[in-house]
């Protein structure tokens, strides 16, 4: 529209600029401050250019971590990390689309009320049954471990209403088709619908990951073991000593760390992250 | 809606959904039904006998002062995060909505912050706005402000606020762009063509056409506040100083910690839980019927 043109233009540009640097800032400074001297830090005279620690902060972060309360490198932590974020997301997807397939495709006495129960479960996220499920995990011994960790967040209402709502969309001919060519149900599902599902699978396991990877208040419950801590639970505790004996470095590189993967997956699958937001919010 | 086209097998389609059912009873049906119980039960100071005690421990917990400043605060600090970040994200939004160079290059640098996890977002800010050593601190002490949020409660709380819209930003952005994009350019030529300016276009066409998203928006920003910030609550100021940042979820948390009664924090993940059916059954409602047109 004619608006648009010239003086406009420039205001927007001007203003998503503002607003790239507002969002930029915190991370800027938290590299910044991972590449300087924790003296000068703790002084209060960090300085807003990068120094000359990068290399020493890095390596003792990921191999060593800090030298005060909790000696655990944080390569490890984030290896624990991984291993939750990809037990996550993988375990939600297999487990619900499983589901979704015997929902739509099959017809079975107490189909309806089982869809119920799972959808339902929206509605009871971790935080509001933090004490009981840690009960629970406790008396099957699962605490400090990758299972307790995983399990109890891996049902997901979502993932099965979103492949129930792909499922109907699938034509019946697929389905007459395969089973004129002598295919049976799990035939069908392994050799027809799950490479279907695929770019679902995707857009899903991105989110689900991301999801995974920054879970917080349940690795904090049940883990106590140093060992079987993951990056969010450890960066928390890095800065629980008094002030002073905080290393800034150290936490700024962790910080860093700890954004790493879940924004690069952010920014190098664009397409599949947008539309798996997109889907599961539906 | 129903396929037609479907299997036949009695024993297939329960080993099918077995797994996530096994996976819903023993960690979300039956801890929720704990919570129930207990919140109904009054256990003695050694743990020796319980009694049933009808709806005391809800009455107890509705009287507790603390309590009902926690319900306040809560929606106080969702109300104040909803607004200012999704304010800010629709003035984004519509500036990159408009036909400019590098667009899609401004949606990559704005969406991001979506990734980085609540703990790391408190982290990130306490470290710009700690008193002694800050770098935004230093400018604030420049200007005569005396910054203090781990001593002073309302900076605190505003640190709160602050740190919980910036990451929420994108997501907003996000959708705000989403609904930008799907209102017809048709019916904003027709408003320019009646001698609609700009910014009366903004309030009169766009805005209504978006208030669907906006809703939408509204709601998932509330349970954002009211369950994600546990973690940069708990790197930033583990509810204090004070109580001044302790929001619902974080008294659960912190007075089941110190492990003392049992009652009242069943009696508190239950009232959560109503909020939460509450909530989403708002978001179904209305979000499906899509607001006005």
Known sequence: MVEDEGIRRYVAHFILWIGIAIVAFPVYIAIVASTQDNALIANGQMSLLPGGHFFETYYQTIFVGTSGSTREPVGNMMLNSLVMALLIAVGKIAISIISAYAIVYFRFPFRMPIFWLIFITLMLPVEVRIYPTYKIVADLHMLDSYAGLALPLIASATATLLFRQFFMTVPDELLEASRIDGAGPLRFFWDTLLPLSRTNMAALFVILFILGWNQYLWPLLITTRDDMQTIQVGIRKMITTTDALTEWPIVMATAVLAMLPPVFVVVVMQKLFVRGLVETEK | ?293
Request: glycine share 6%; aromatic share 16%.
């Open chain 2, 1 to 293: 809606m129903q396929k037609q086209a479907i299997f036949q097998s009695k024993l297939l389609p329960y080993a099918l959904v077995a797994p996530q059912l096994a996976i819903v009873l023993i960690f979300f049906y039956w801890p929720a039904l704990q919570a129930v119980i207990q919140s109904f039960l009054l256990q003695d100071a050694f743990g020796l006998s319980t009694s049933f005690v009808w709806f005391d421990n809800y009455v107890e917990l509705f009287r507790d002062p603390a309590y009902f400043e926690s319900i306040l605060r809560t929606f106080f600090f969702s109300f104040a995060i909803a607004v200012s970040s999704l304010s800010f994200a629709l003035l984004l939004a519509v500036m990159a909505d408009k036909p400019l160079r590098g667009s899609t290059l401004y949606r990559t640098l704005l969406i991001w912050p979506y990734a980085v996890a609540p703990p790391v977002v408190g982290v990130l800010w306490i470290f710009m706005l700690h008193p002694s050593l800050g770098v935004i601190s230093r400018y604030l002490r420049a200007a005569g402000i005396d910054w203090n949020p781990l001593l002073d409660g309302d900076q605190a709380a505003s640190l709160i606020i602050l740190a919980a819209a910036w990451k929420q930003i994108s997501y907003n952005f996000l959708f705000f762009l989403a609904g930008l994009q799907a209102i017809p350019k048709s019916v904003l030529e027709a408003a320019a063509i009646d001698g609609a300016r700009p910014m009366r276009r903004f309030w009169t066409v766009t805005f209504p056409l978006l208030s669907p998203t906006i809703f939408f928006l509204l709601v998932v920003n509330i349970v954002y506040a009211f369950f994600d910030t546990f973690g940069i609550i708990d790197t930033m100021t583990r509810g204090g100083p004070g109580k001044s940042t302790e929001t619902l979820v974080y008294k659960v948390y912190s007075d089941g910690l110190l492990g003392g009664n049992l009652g009242s924090s069943a009696a508190q993940s239950v009232v959560l839980m109503i909020m939460v059916i509450v909530l989403t059954g708002i978001q179904f409602r209305f979000v499906e019927r899509k607001v006005t047109y």
